[in-house]
T-cell receptor, first 116, second 111 residues
Framework: DTGVSQDPRHKITKRGQNVTFRCDPI?????LYWYRQTLGQGPEFLTY????????KSRLLSDRFSAERPKGSFSTLEIQRTEQGDSAMYLC??????????????FGPGTRLTVL | DAKTTQPPSMDCAEGRAANLPCNHS???????VYWYRQIHSQGPQYIIH???NNETNEMASLIITEDRKSSTLILPHATLRDTAVYYC????????????FGTGTQLKVEL
């Protein structure tokens, strides 16, 4: 399977704990995006990387959130001191920058986080 | 990025065409219209995009009005597997091309 993969698919944690999610993009894609989706809403942009550089962060990304893409391949999203309001589906997507006009993003299956 | 508005839900009989509207009245000249869909519990899936000309691919057709203030996604022969939430988004070609989703249209295809 050469699509975008995310791990874990589900995560249940207690309030105050730290969690980390991983995203593996399509191998030749140099752009990687993180989105968050709550029930009944469309996905909301969090941040994106071009290669290893984090180029934009949404105001939704509080100081408790940090994302990395150290080698320009996989990415991790860490949430520190989780709160119940962090419960959501966290989606990763990748795309190829050079295809600016047809820049469709390919999404992974998401990681569903539940904070108790 | 321009704000988009869509009806919350639509029904369609299997085998008939599904026409899903999107209003993007504040769209600017360099913003493309993108359509994605999300089947329950899966990540969104790209369908089609366009700037000002009508577009067609193996999944759907996209009709953009001449003033570009609205568009319609057409699924020519809807099947039960097309039941999903459909999102339209207006994206500028500059910057990171991040997607902005509204609440979308829940399309229900029935027998």
């Amino acid at each position: 399977d050469t699509g975008v993969s995310q791990d874990p698919r589900h995560k249940i944690t207690k309030r105050g704990q730290n969690v980390t999610f991983r995203c593996d993009p399509i191998s030749e894609h140099n752009r990687l995006y993180w989105y968050r989706q709550t029930l009944g809403q469309g996905p909301e942009f969090l941040t994106y990387f071009q290669n290893e550089a984090q180029l934009e962060k949404s105001r939704l990304l509080s100081d408790r959130f940090s994302a990395e893409r150290p080698k320009g391949s996989f990415s991790t999203l860490e949430i520190q001191r989780t709160e119940q309001g962090d419960s959501a589906m966290y989606l990763c997507a990748s795309s190829l920058k050079e295809r600016v006009i047809g820049n469709e993003q390919f999404f992974g299956p998401g990681t569903r986080l539940t904070v108790l | 990025d321009a704000k988009t508005t869509q009806p919350p839900s639509m029904d369609c009989a299997e085998g008939r065409a599904a026409n899903l509207p999107c209003n993007h009245s504040t769209i600017s000249g360099n913003e493309y219209v993108y359509w994605y869909r999300q089947i329950h519990s899966q990540g969104p899936q790209y369908i089609i995009h366009g700037l000002k000309n009508n577009e067609t691919n193996e999944m759907a057709s996209l009709i953009i009005t001449e003033d570009r203030k609205s568009s319609t996604l057409i699924l020519p022969h809807a099947t039960l597997r097309d039941t999903a939430v459909y999102y339209c988004s207006a994206i500028s070609t500059g910057g990171g091309n991040k997607l902005t989703f509204g609440t979308g249209t829940q399309l229900k295809v029935e027998l």
